[in-house]
């Protein structure tokens, strides 16, 4: 069953809309979509692997314009259903220590999350609420993004055939993997929304003087 999967979407992933795609889950994920584009972004590359940084490009771009939906999320309609939403994502605990941050460190935590599994959701909808600086936050965005999805495409581009290879000989042992990431992404933003009480309640107090 999983090597059938993994092959009907291989099939997609070479598909000539494909980038269309990738650019509609890298958009909706930066604001509101719970699933990540990496993995489409991964098939692609290995589908395709000589257009491997154009996929990655597009990734880039969608997700830096996706992430202005959610900095518009949480600077224009946070009451109206932002605070809904990150409830629905299950990213409300982590909210606070996200705004706290974003306040004392700015576009660096939206830059050294491109190399963590923290949504990216979390940290846009959260720099409109607090209003960081629009064109700071625009900068750091494209870096944060580069770094997770152009790595992947350099990757992709330099190693496509080998890594193709070594998938197709252990998908199970990479999908176990995958899953461990997966996993390693929840662990951490439960670690962004834990923290000593005394530390919360500074942060949840600082957002509210904000709102």
């Not at 070479?14 to 509101?32: D, I, P, Q, T, V």
Request: net charge positive; aromatic share 12%; proline share 4%.
């Amino acid at each position: 069953m999983l090597r059938g999967l993994y092959e009907w979407t291989m099939a997609k992933a070479s598909h000539r809309h494909a980038g269309w795609w990738l650019a509609a889950f890298a958009f909706m994920e930066a604001s509101f979509f719970p699933v990540p584009p990496h993995p489409l972004l991964g098939l692609m590359c290995l589908a395709e692997p000589k257009k491997a940084i154009r996929y990655a490009a597009i990734a880039t771009v969608a997700s830096v314009a996706g992430g202005l939906l959610g900095y518009a999320i949480g600077h224009f309609a946070y009451a109206a259903f932002g605070e809904a939403l990150l409830h629905a994502l299950h990213l409300s605990e982590s909210f606070p220590k996200a705004a706290c941050y974003l306040r004392d460190y700015g576009a660096e935590i939206i830059i050294v999350k491109g190399a963590t599994p923290i949504p990216f959701k979390l940290l846009t909808i959260t720099a409109g609420f607090i209003g960081m600086n629009l064109l700071v936050f625009v900068g750091a965005s494209i870096v944060s993004r580069s770094i997770s999805f152009m790595i992947v495409g350099v990757l992709f581009r330099l190693f496509g055939a080998p890594i193709k290879a070594v998938i197709d000989k252990h998908l199970g042992k990479v999908t176990v993997g995958f899953v461990v990431l997966i996993i390693a992404g929840f662990l951490a933003v439960s670690l962004l929304g834990g923290g000593s009480k005394e530390t919360t309640e500074k942060c949840a107090s600082a957002v509210a003087a904000v709102g």
